[in-house]
């Protein structure tokens, strides 16, 4: 089993859609999770980032840890055309080890 | 306050050349973090520094890849005798304290010809 696991879509929506974006991990032991935003060619922007469970709001961006089912959710809410981009969900158990990354979601928001 | 640059952002080489990598961190940040993503994969975690020391390696192949982070200067990755397999985006990250979050640069673009 992979330890982040994310559906890589594509995943089309029309404009001002609420967007749900989902990853599964398997380790009970990571506690630090981020969302990135990579636009094609482009090095992975920082988005969210959370620590342990609850969640985070950031513009019309919203990120969702439930460490009991070991999921965790980006929503976007009035989704726009240049949203469209792959997102990739990262987490790690600690400060000291490494990022690991879904393959990411991409995404494309249809005007 | 520059990004985390990284240089150059294409790079060719042909079979049995060497390859160097590399990466600048933002200002402050003293801890750097090398990936690589394939076509339509994830970015794959190779080592993680801080200045002058390797602090996990666990995702660096054994042979022809090193990596470093000297007290002065970028980080530097260097894949000796490149193959066609080791074409891809190598992409560095870097952070003020590991307990934080990760900044990326743009990336280089390797191709082996």
């Known amino acids: 089993q992979k330890e982040v696991e994310q559906d890589p879509g594509p995943l089309s929506v029309p404009e001002g859609a609420i967007v749900s974006l989902n990853c599964t991990y398997s380790n009970s032991a990571f506690q630090y999770f981020m969302w990135y935003r990579q636009y094609s060619r482009k090095g992975p922007e920082l988005l969210m980032y959370?620590?342990?469970?609850g969640n985070k709001e950031d513009g019309r961006f919203t990120a969702q840890v439930d460490k009991s089912s070991k999921y965790i959710s980006l929503f976007i809410r009035d989704s726009q055309p240049s949203d469209s981009a792959t997102y990739l969900c990262a987490t790690s158990s600690s400060g000291n080890t490494p990022l690991v990354f879904g393959k990411g979601t991409r995404l494309s928001v249809i005007a | 306050n520059a990004g985390v640059m990284q240089n150059p952002r294409h790079l060719v080489r042909r079979r049995g050349q060497e390859a160097r990598l590399r990466c600048s961190p933002m200002?402050?940040?003293?801890?750097v973090y090398w990936y690589r993503q394939l076509p339509e994969e994830g970015l794959k975690f190779m080592v993680y520094l801080q200045k002058e020391n390797i602090i996990d390696e666990s995702g660096m192949p054994k042979e022809r890849f090193s990596a470093e982070f000297p007290k002065e200067g970028p980080s530097i990755l260097r894949i000796q005798q490149v193959v066609r397999g080791d074409s891809a985006a190598y992409f560095c990250?870097?952070?003020?304290?590991?307990?934080?979050?990760?900044?990326f640069g743009q990336g280089t673009r390797l191709t082996v010809v």
């Open positions: 959370t620590y342990s469970s």
């Open positions: 990250a870097s952070s003020p304290s590991p307990l934080t979050e990760a900044f």
């Open positions: 200002k402050g940040h003293s801890h």
